[in-house]
């Protein structure tokens, strides 16, 4: 495997493959890798004859300082990992690489789409940050295929519809949420757990799953409910949350009448850890429909 720091290392590496015809696959990163990105280099290298992982933590998708000072970065482990999980090239560039002098350009992508949950919470500069780093690696490696994880829903929605508004010549997969055992979704920022707060943490996979449980039995109805109940459950188990509602998956509008499909997303905070987690729900049959009115069956 070969690792790259520069765009010029980055496509000698790639231009024999090219010249082949070869299938790339990129899988962008911020390092700290586990085995959610394992999963997508897998994926990646099941369908892609080349498998390029980026690792970047891109400062411009972070709206506080401390954040991006306290993200993990951890290069030898990260080579070892993706080495592991069958990537070819890793590409780990330096912030002046990415970003120099007189660098002025952004890919900005407005609407419900960036200004809602992880827009609004993080800042519209959050997503201004994903787009325009995102829309560089595919510029930079060129890939035929790009592999990005469920667990960021909203930032898989946005890219999508980044790469479709811009016919950008290149798939997207979205790859499953990896869950450890007890059912948390693996993130890098879980290693900040304390073991009190990581036991705590799986109270946002629990409400998200009582959430899709009440909306498939039909006893949850309206999504201010779902927000309630959600909420209570997580204050009760000491975490500060920050949204969790019922969205259509694409443009991530909230869906008040819950009588259809809807993912479930959901942000919380215990300690200074920020979690992120989200469930498909599908109400057994629409509302409309499911209880016909006495008036309705006798006419
Ligand atoms: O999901 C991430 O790790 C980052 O947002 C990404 C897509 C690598 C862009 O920096």
Redesign the pocket.
């Known amino acids: 495997m070969t690792l790259v720091h520069t765009v010029a290392e980055l496509r000698a590496a790639l231009a024999p493959a090219r010249a082949e015809g070869a299938s790339i696959a990129l899988v ?3 390092g700290a890798l586990h085995d959610g990105h394992g999963s997508l280099i897998r994926a990646a290298r099941d369908e892609a004859d080349v498998v390029v992982v ?1 690792v ?3 400062p411009t ?1 972070f709206n506080e300082a401390a954040d991006l000072a306290a993200y993990p970065r951890t290069l030898s482990e990260d080579v070892a990992l993706a080495q592991a999980a069958g990537a070819d090239l890793i590409f780990a560039p330096a912030a002046d690489g990415i970003y120099p002098e007189g660098f002025a350009t952004t890919v900005a992508l407005r609407g419900t789409l960036t200004e809602t949950f992880e827009g609004a919470e993080r800042g519209v500069g959050h997503f201004d ?2 787009t325009t ?2 829309a560089k ?1 595919l510029a930079m490696v060129g890939p035929d295929c790009a592999y ?2 469920e667990k ?1 829903a909203q ?1 898989l929605a946005v ?1 999508r519809r980044v790469v479709a508004d811009l016919s950008l010549p290149v798939r997207i997969v979205g790859c499953p949420i990896v869950r450890d055992p007890d059912g948390l979704a693996m993130s ?1 920022r879980n290693r900040h757990l304390s073991p009190a707060a990581r036991e705590a943490a799986l109270a946002l996979p629990r409400a998200l799953a009582a959430a899709a449980s009440g909306v498939e039995s039909g006893r949850l109805t309206d999504g201010d409910t779902l927000e309630q109940e959600a909420f209570a459950s997580l204050r009760d188990a000491g975490l500060e949350p920050e949204y969790v509602r019922a969205v259509d998956p694409e443009s991530f509008t909230s869906v008040q009448e819950l009588d259809g499909a809807v993912l479930i997303v959901g942000a919380a905070r215990v300690e200074d850890v920020r979690l992120i987690d989200n469930l498909p729900a599908a109400s057994a049959a629409p509302r409309r429909t499911r209880v016909p009115t006495a008036q309705a069956v006798t006419a």
């Open positions: 962008p990163t911020m980026s970047f933590v891109n998708q940050g994903v780093i995102v690696l990005f994880g960021d930032q890219v890098s």
